[in-house]
């Protein structure tokens, strides 16, 4: 593949990527029950923002061969490490901004 497809490539999937989070972004916001829902979810959507363009900016620059190579498996890691954990943080906040009482763990087995 020439240097120019790959940089091509690099540059419109950031592209599609940063379109359809925003997309997302926007049809998550007017889906909200209640303010404070709307509240919670501008707060972890501009984190998750950042976070995601941090670690597109670590692929486009290794795809621009200015990182070594072994920086797409560290941001593979960086992107789907968190991510189980932060969608259950996520769901927690949401239920209680929601007026639910969340998860609440059990230690009995009855």
């Known amino acids: ?3 120019t497809m790959a940089v091509a490539g690099a540059l ?3 592209l599609v ?3 359809a989070g925003r997309i997302g972004a926007g049809a998550v916001l007017r889906a909200a029950a209640n ?3 709307r509240q919670v ?3 972890i959507l501009s984190w998750a923002g950042f976070y ?3 670690v ?3 692929v486009l620059l290794a795809s621009f061969q200015v990182l070594p190579p072994w920086a797409y498996t560290a941001a ?3 992107w789907f490490g968190p991510l189980l954990p932060a969608l259950a943080w996520a769901h927690h906040r949401l239920d209680a901004a929601a007026g639910g009482a969340g998860f609440e763990p059990s230690l009995s087995v009855a």
Do not use: P
């Open 41 to 43: 979810l501008r707060r």
């Open 17 to 19: 990527c940063a379109v």
């Open 35 to 37: 303010d404070e829902q």
């Open 12 to 14: 419109g999937g950031a």
């Open 76 to 78: 593979l890691l960086a």
């Open 52 to 54: 995601a363009a941090a």
């Open 56 to 58: 597109m900016s670590a």
């Open 1 to 3: 593949m020439s240097g």
